[in-house]
Nanobody
Framework: QVLLVESGGGLVQAGGSLRLSCAAS????????MGWFRQAPGKEREFVAR????????YYTDSVKGRFTISRDNAKNTLYLRMNSLKPEDTAVYFC????????????????WGQGTQVTVSS
């Protein structure tokens, strides 16, 4: 069992920045590949970014490339998502998730989920 707790969400103006954190506890954090997903009102949950267990490989959805950066600190059992140049369309609840799958893609390949943190970007 892995417990994931997100923090760092909030209200920000367009063009601003936020850094989300995801604190992990339970099983060994460094055993898991990690991802960020988001869900806007009335929409399905969508993939945002992922990072492998050691932090050497990252992957982003096209809409956030060049603006968002995923990273992890295995010594602190924490996953991060730095979000710059935020746009109103980035407004969503953001979730972190842990996966034992190599290069996990869809949400179904993630085993553990946090409760989410709200990000609201005003225009």
């Amino acid at each position: 069992q892995v417990l994931l707790v997100e923090s760092g969400g909030g209200l920000v103006q367009a063009g601003g920045s936020l850094r989300l954190s995801c604190a992990a506890s339970g099983r060994t954090f460094s055993n898991y590949n990690m991802g960020w997903f988001r869900q806007a009102p009335g929409k399905e949950r969508e993939f945002v970014a992922r990072i492998n267990w050691i932090g050497s490989t990252t992957y982003y959805t096209d809409s956030v490339k060049g603006r968002f950066t995923i990273s992890r600190d295995n010594a602190k059992n924490t996953l991060y998502l730095r979000m710059n140049s935020l746009k109103p369309e980035d407004t969503a609840v953001y979730f972190c998730a842990a996966s034992m799958t190599y290069n996990p893609g869809s949400a179904s390949e993630y085993n553990y989920w946090g409760q989410g943190t709200q990000v609201t970007v005003s225009s």
